[in-house]
């Protein structure tokens, strides 16, 4: 087992499509970094409504902005059906303003305070979902995510868990429809290009892919990458 020391804290996420395993590979890599004597934060990244002063604002213009019909067609690609577009676009600047200040808190923090970071979701799994639902082109989409790559922090490693969208839809009973699945995977496997992610095979058998990021990671925060 190692002292755990490292040169720096470091920032490592996990994202994709709903069902690719992105929970299951962040929590297993945060017990292998604790077992190799690795100070480190397992962190839910992704975007809740319940954290700063926006919550009554946000939440008033989510029933506002949407329709309550979840039951959509196979070939819908939006997770629910848009009330008023401009209501829309500007819930979600607040939701991307509120996630910004969330992850100061608790991303940004421990980070200062030299604790390495695992985030399962994050900035990219809300930029994706906003720029799905709005029916951004991916050009607008991929430039919103480097406005808000500004203001949170830069992840030192980011990891694209993909999955064919039947697999994962099998695999979550709660996800509306394949056409939105099928358009979401499509705008994470460009992000990921763009951005310089590492693509993961979903279909991996997971104790090697398990495997397979720890071999990654752990020399990168032991200072031996």
């Known amino acids: 087992m190692n002292s755990g020391n490292t040169s720096k804290s470091c920032l490592i996420c996990f994202v994709g499509i709903d069902g690719s395993g992105k929970t299951t590979l962040a929590k297993a890599l ?27 604002l946000i939440g008033g213009l989510k029933a506002t902005v949407f329709s309550g019909d979840t039951h959509m067609e196979e070939s819908t690609t939006k997770g629910r059906v848009l009330k008023n577009p401009r209501l829309s676009a500007l819930y979600h600047c607040l939701a991307l303003t509120d996630y910004i200040i969330q992850a100061a808190f608790r991303i940004r923090l421990p980070l200062a305070f030299g604790r390495n970071v695992i985030c399962d979701r994050y900035i990219y799994d809300l930029v994706t979902g906003i720029g799905v639902i709005q029916d951004y082109p991916v050009d607008k989409t991929l430039a919103l995510l480097r406005r808000c790559l500004a203001f949170v922090p830069k992840p030192d490693l980011a990891f694209l ?21 099928s358009v979401r995977r499509n705008m994470y496997l460009q992000m990921a290009r763009q951005e310089g992610m590492t693509i993961l ?3 991996q058998d997971r104790v090697e892919l398990q495997q397979s990021v720890a071999s990654t990671v ?8």
């Open 30 to 56: 945060t017990k292998s970094v604790e077992e190799y004597g690795i100070d480190c934060r397992y962190v839910w990244g992704g975007f809740t409504s319940s954290f700063t002063v926006f919550k009554p």
């Open 161 to 181: 868990v993909d999955l064919p969208e039947p697999l994962a839809y099998e695999r979550k009973a709660d996800i509306i429809s394949l056409g939105f699945l």
């Open 201 to 203: 095979d979903g279909t």
């Open 218 to 225: 752990l020399p990168r925060m032991t200072g031996e990458a």
